[in-house]
Each structure stands twice: as structure tokens, then as C-alpha cells.
């Protein structure tokens, strides 16, 4: 069991745009920036000292942390389940995407106000070549489906659903189209396509077959792929749970796709009656999948921001006591009341 590792001070904050800029002016690097689960966290260099600065909602909202500051350990293995055997896992595992490639993590508490992270690497870094999301993959996963999706985004079809609970998944596509009952494509799209993308596959008839999964989740996690959205069924969903990889299909299958009919990579496929290219984005998650042409991403970001801040500053006004109908300027005259 060989384990490698790096050490670096981990630190819970209330105010991070505040603590970034004081380490700033101190002459500290930021390396990363990420939404993390429903927060985010910050990882600065400062001289030989790594830190990561994060808010207490990128844990569970029942994990409880050792103290304000304390040494966070990150320690790489090749044999998570030996590793943490034995200790109070507090977190995970869970595999985790990002600018980082793709990792297995678990998090234990140790002696010392300590938290160790062990974790597992599944993938490498997107290469030059890969995938450049800069950052926009979770700042579109944090506005979500819903809020893209009246801000310019386009809605697919209701018929695709995440295949488990809590599928959350934003990045650009790589295009596949089957031909009907056959999924020969998606195992060359799997070999081919670039680190850091979400297959989007069109499927025209034959959909009631499991195209995708336990087998081709593994593989795909392997190449640094992200996700799945495809207009057919799928298999293995508890797998898929288990494995932490985002998909959203029409359904479950049990009689598996054949694989010897040609298709096609790249360029438009139709998918959730919406055509997409290759390099469009997805955002999929609870509430749907919306589709953003690559051409229109910093718009549709921009609008999705200012409609998130708007909802933001009404949560604050119906939590204070105003209502719906008054801040909407809703005519409710028409309603019949019997009291």
C-alpha cells in the first residue's frame, strides 16, 4: 500500500473575499477558486506554506469541524479502502471532479486537531488540448438548471432525468450519434473524446436499451470524462451512484445495445429535441438539463447571475414578511374568495 502526500494548513472562514485579499497584500498566489458542493473553497500559496480557506458548507451540514484552523493532511493512496480502515470517517468517500482531474476522497479526523484527506486519483488533469472550462463548470452548477433556463439557456425534453439522486454535472459536450439499439459510437466516443467533457448522445429509435453502464462509467472516469446525457436508457444505476458519475438518460434498461452499427462523432446531434454541437454546454442536475450554445455561454452567465442575485435580494423581502403578490405586482383581483 504506498501512500504520498502533501501537507498544508486548512482554515474555516466567514468572510472569504476579505481573507483572500488580506493574503493577497501579503504577497500570496491564489491557486484555485472552486464551488464545492453548496460553498466554496480557496487554495493560496504563501512562500513554501500551502492554505486552503473554505466555508463550513463545503462538508455535510452535519460534519462537524475539530476547531476554527487546524492541519489539514492530504495524503494520496492507491488503496483507499486499506487506508482508512480503522479510522472515524467523517466524510465521504465521493469522487470529486476539477481542475485537479478526477479523485476518490474520504476525510478522517486524527489526533491533534488534524483532518486527514485521503484520496485516490482516477484521472489526470485535463492535457493541453482537453477541455478549458476556467472555472464556469461550477459557477454554472451553482446557478443551476432552472435559473440558466430562464436566462437564455434552452430546456431539453423532460424525458431525460438523472438516472440517481443528486446527478449534478456542467461542462462542454462532446457530440455522439448511435444508430437505433446500438451504442458502438459511445465506446469510440469514450476512447476519443476530449478530458473535461459531457457526452451528448443522440439515439433516433431503439431507445429502450441499456447503453451505458458499470463498464463504460469505469472507463470513462479513467479518460477524465464528466458526465452523460443521453436520449435512451441506461443500466447499473447503483454503480453509476456509487461511482459518483453524472447521468441523466430516459430511463432503465435491462437488455444491453448491440455494438456493430456505425454512427457519427462530432457536429449536431438532436437530443431532448434540442440540437446541439459539438462544444456546447450542458448543465444538468434535479430540476432538468439546459443546453447553451458556446457563442452565447458569458451571456447566458451574466443573465443567470443577475436573475440569482434579484431572487436572492426577494428571499431577503419575503423572509422579512412581503409576499409573492406584492413583490411580483400580481393583479389577484379576478381570484374568487369565499371568505
Given at each position: 500500500?504506498?501512500?504520498?502526500?502533501?501537507?498544508?494548513?486548512?482554515?474555516?472562514?466567514?468572510?472569504?473575499?476579505?481573507?483572500?485579499?488580506?493574503?493577497e497584500r501579503a504577497g500570496a498566489e491564489v491557486r484555485d477558486r472552486q464551488h464545492w458542493r453548496n460553498g466554496e473553497r480557496v487554495d493560496v500559496s504563501l512562500g513554501p506554506l500551502a492554505i486552503t480557506f473554505f466555508t463550513q458548507a463545503i462538508?455535510?451540514?452535519?460534519?462537524?469541524?475539530?476547531?476554527?484552523?487546524?492541519?489539514?493532511?492530504?495524503?494520496?493512496?492507491?488503496?483507499?479502502?486499506?487506508?482508512?480502515d480503522g479510522h472515524d470517517?467523517?466524510?465521504?468517500?465521493?469522487i470529486v471532479s476539477g481542475a485537479f482531474g478526477t479523485r476518490r476522497i474520504v476525510f478522517v479526523d486524527a489526533p491533534g486537531a488534524m483532518r486527514l484527506e485521503f484520496m485516490e486519483q482516477l484521472a489526470d488533469p485535463p492535457p493541453e488540448g482537453g477541455a478549458d472550462t476556467s472555472g464556469r463548470s461550477s459557477d454554472l452548477a451553482a446557478?443551476?438548471?432552472?435559473?440558466?433556463?430562464?436566462?437564455?439557456?434552452?430546456?431539453?425534453?423532460?424525458?431525460?432525468?438523472?438516472?440517481?439522486?443528486?446527478?449534478?454535472?456542467?461542462?462542454?459536450?462532446?457530440?455522439?450519434?448511435?444508430?437505433?439499439?446500438?451504442?458502438?459510437?459511445?465506446?469510440?466516443?469514450?476512447?476519443?473524446?476530449?478530458?473535461?467533457?459531457?457526452?451528448?448522445?443522440?439515439v433516433p429509435s431503439g431507445r429502450e436499451r441499456g447503453f451505458w453502464g458499470e463498464v463504460l462509467t469505469t472507463a470513462a472516469q479513467s479518460r477524465g470524462l464528466v458526465g452523460l446525457v443521453i436520449d435512451a436508457c441506461v443500466r447499473d444505476t447503483d454503480a453509476l451512484a456509487a461511482r459518483g458519475f453524472p447521468v441523466?438518460?430516459?430511463?432503465?434498461?435491462?437488455?444491453?445495445?448491440?455494438?456493430?452499427e456505425p454512427g457519427s462523432l462530432g457536429g449536431p446531434v438532436s437530443v431532448?429535441?434540442?440540437l446541439i454541437d459539438d462544444g456546447d454546454w450542458l448543465v444538468a442536475d434535479s430540476d432538468g438539463i439546459v443546453s447553451i450554445a458556446a457563442e452565447r455561454l458569458d451571456d447566458v452567465m451574466s443573465a443567470?447571475?443577475?436573475?440569482?442575485?434579484?431572487?436572492?435580494?426577494?428571499?431577503?423581502?419575503?423572509?422579512?414578511?412581503a409576499t409573492t403578490v406584492e413583490l411580483l405586482d400580481l393583479d389577484t383581483s379576478a381570484v374568487e374568495r369565499s371568505r
Open positions: 500500500m504506498a501512500v504520498t502526500g502533501v501537507a498544508n494548513l486548512a482554515v474555516k472562514v466567514a468572510d472569504l473575499d476579505a481573507t483572500i485579499g488580506f493574503y462538508y455535510e451540514d452535519d460534519v462537524e469541524l475539530p476547531a476554527e484552523g487546524f492541519l489539514h493532511v492530504a495524503l494520496f493512496s492507491d488503496d483507499l479502502e486499506a487506508q482508512v470517517v467523517v466524510w465521504g468517500p465521493e446557478l443551476g438548471s432552472a435559473t440558466l433556463g430562464e436566462s437564455g439557456a434552452t430546456p431539453l425534453a423532460r424525458r431525460l432525468r438523472a438516472a440517481w439522486p443528486g446527478a449534478t454535472v456542467a461542462a462542454p459536450c462532446s457530440t455522439v450519434r448511435c444508430e437505433p439499439g446500438d451504442n458502438l459510437t459511445i465506446h469510440a466516443a469514450v476512447a476519443e473524446a476530449p478530458q473535461g467533457t459531457v457526452l451528448a448522445v443522440e441523466f438518460s430516459t430511463g432503465v434498461a435491462l437488455p444491453g445495445a448491440t455494438k456493430h431532448g429535441e434540442v443567470g447571475r443577475a436573475r440569482a442575485a434579484k431572487e436572492a435580494t426577494m428571499f431577503d423581502q419575503l423572509s422579512a414578511g
